[in-house]
């Protein structure tokens, strides 16, 4: 029997053929972190509450009791003389993702983008087009030529008089 906890993933993962890569694809731990964790080099791993997580993912993948994997890595801690980040003596729940994760087909992804981005382009050109005919209904000249039909051919404005005639007024709306 191996002596470390660290041997003693190793072994059950050899014996399974699990290759550390799998491991890291399952559980999200780089395969330098399981690597340290094999080799029992826990000065590796980023510390605290992380490293109990680990080694229980770990052995929770390769089918290793979970709480003797935490107590061994406990036990090699204590005797190796380096203090145990946690305070809490009893393993903790991990989330562990095994599953694989939920994604959206690229080709979906692409297909909503041109929808979100044509659906803005069309409500920025209705935008446009309702402002540039607002501002052709309320054009000075427009509003002047109204009023030199409606009383005269001369009408006398902010700059100056301006003549209309019917055909002026007629040239500006065609």
């Known amino acids: ?73 406990a036990r090699y801690m204590r005797e190796s003389g380096n203090p145990i980040e946690d305070v809490v003596t009893t393993p903790l729940t991990s989330k562990v993702y095994t599953d694989a994760p939920a994604t959206r087909s690229p080709v979906l992804t692409v297909v909503l983008a041109i929808v979100i981005l044509a659906a803005l382009t069309a409500a920025a050109l209705g935008v446009v087009h309702w402002v540039q005919r607002r501002a052709a209904n309320s054009h000075p000249a427009n509003t002047v030529a109204a009023i030199a039909l409606t009383f005269g051919n001369t009408v006398a404005g902010i700059d100056g008089v301006w003549n209309f005639r019917k055909d002026n007024y007629a040239q500006l709306h065609q």
């Not at 395969?31 to 992380?50: S, W």
């Open 1 to 73: 029997m191996a002596a470390t906890i660290g041997e003693q993933l190793r072994l059950a993962r050899e014996d399974r053929g699990i290759p550390l890569r799998e491991i890291s694809d399952h559980t999200r731990i780089s395969v330098h972190y399981l690597e340290a964790i094999e080799t029992n080099d826990y000065k590796r791993l980023p510390g605290g509450i992380f490293n109990r997580s680990f080694v229980k993912a770990y052995a929770k993948y390769v089918g290793y009791d979970e709480k003797d994997a935490i107590d061994g890595y």
